[in-house]
């Protein structure tokens, strides 16, 4: 009899704002060998799908060939998983709808799945992390913007257009903040790293305390939750209006979603007990009562410099297989 020959590795690929990162994942989930290069250096989508697309042959080429390849998972922000499109992110130098999956699988000659990076994560998580074995979680991705996956009964759920859990984009202030999306009021306009700026300089505006976030050359996150680390009040103030208006949507999410625990990955989330302790509070005080107290709160501990690939890696796992090089 002769034995039908599977496929054990795939790659995985993050986009990110500031990096490309690509790795071949055998099925075990270990990283065989891992690149990258500068998103930002690519204004043209693309000049930028030639370079990944060329960059991951050549990986393949190096590393077992064609032949030990099975299939591409891309996690980028703004992806439909229905489409395999980037589609009109408000933070990408790419604008309008951008057919990555089609695009690379034209120039690579094999599959390709692409989805968001919470949705990736979610399944990083569930693969690989903290939500093994769970059913019913929320991955919720605090950075540039703010993302969210929906993990319901075992499976994404994705909505009937593939846009299901855009938390980020849901109105939490009337005529509040401008979002990169054209509305007003979004949730990310607070929490993503943008807003807790704008929220810094109103804090600031509204007081003459002294602080060191006046004398900072640039304000970030990571500098004033530094800032909170040497207890400065001020800053400490900035994340706990952060973390209000964050618990406060996330009180509206799980009285929608009833999930198990919401995940917490990003790199706001460093900020720790300055942001989560002011979040858990708000949340708990908004949330439906019969769901007071039920819900965990989990910071990931995935490797933050491989969970997106690791993620991208199951989700490659899950597109069917299609390839030149049988």
């Known amino acids: 009899m002769e034995q039908t020959k599977?496929?054990?590795?795939?790659?995985?690929?993050?986009?990110?704002?500031?990096?490309?990162?690509f790795a071949i994942v055998n099925a075990k989930g270990e990283i065989l060998v891992k690149d990258s290069f500068p998103t930002e250096n690519y204004l043209?989508?693309?000049?930028?799908?030639?370079?990944?697309?060329?960059?991951?042959?050549?990986?393949?080429?190096?590393?077992?060939?064609?032949e030990s390849v099975r299939s591409v998972g891309v996690s980028c922000p703004s992806a439909n998983f229905a489409t395999g499109c980037m589609e009109n992110s408000p933070n990408m130098p790419w604008k309008g709808i951008i057919p990555?999956?089609?695009?690379?699988r034209d120039r690579l000659g094999m599959a390709v799945a692409v989805a968001n990076n919470a949705q990736v994560i979610a399944l990083g998580e569930h693969a690989f992390g903290y939500a093994r074995g769970m059913h019913n979680f929320v991955v919720i991705t605090l950075g540039t913007g703010m993302g969210s996956c929906i993990f319901s009964n075992g499976l994404i759920h994705k909505g009937s257009d593939g846009?299901?859990?855009?938390?980020?984009?849901?109105?939490?202030?009337?005529?509040?903040?401008?979002?990169?999306c054209g509305h007003q009021g979004c949730l990310e306009a607070y929490t993503a790293a943008k807003g807790i700026v704008l929220t810094a300089n109103e804090v600031l505006a509204e007081s003459n305390q002294p602080s060191l976030m006046r004398s900072a050359e640039k304000l970030t996150p990571k500098i004033i939750a530094k800032f909170c680390d040497q207890g400065d009040e001020?800053?400490?103030?900035?994340?706990?209006?952060?973390?209000?208006?964050?618990?406060?949507?996330?009180?509206?999410?799980?009285?929608?979603?009833?999930?198990?625990?919401?995940?917490?990955?990003?790199?706001?989330?460093?900020?720790?007990?300055?942001?989560?302790?002011?979040?858990?509070e708000a949340f708990e005080e908004h949330v439906f009562k019969n769901l007071k107290g039920k819900i965990k709160?989990?910071?990931?501990?995935?490797?933050?410099?491989?969970?997106?690939?690791?993620?991208?890696?199951v989700l490659a796992w899950e597109v069917k297989e299609y390839s030149l090089f049988k």
């Open 163 to 180: 846009y299901a859990g855009e938390v980020g984009h849901t109105c939490i202030v009337r005529n509040g903040r401008s979002c990169g």
């Open 297 to 313: 709160f989990l910071v990931s501990e995935l490797d933050e410099n491989n969970h997106d690939v690791l993620g991208a890696s």
């Open 6 to 21: 599977i496929k054990k590795r795939v790659i995985g690929v993050d986009i990110s704002l500031e990096e490309t990162t």
């Open 100 to 104: 990555i999956g089609p695009m690379m």
């Open 234 to 280: 001020l800053a400490i103030e900035v994340f706990r209006r952060t973390g209000f208006m964050l618990g406060l949507g996330l009180a509206n999410y799980a009285s929608i979603v009833n999930p198990e625990a919401f995940i917490f990955t990003g790199g706001i989330v460093k900020a720790g007990d300055w942001l989560l302790d002011p979040m858990q």
């Open 44 to 66: 043209d989508a693309n000049d930028y799908i030639a370079t990944l697309s060329e960059r991951i042959l050549m990986m393949i080429e190096s590393n077992g060939g064609y």
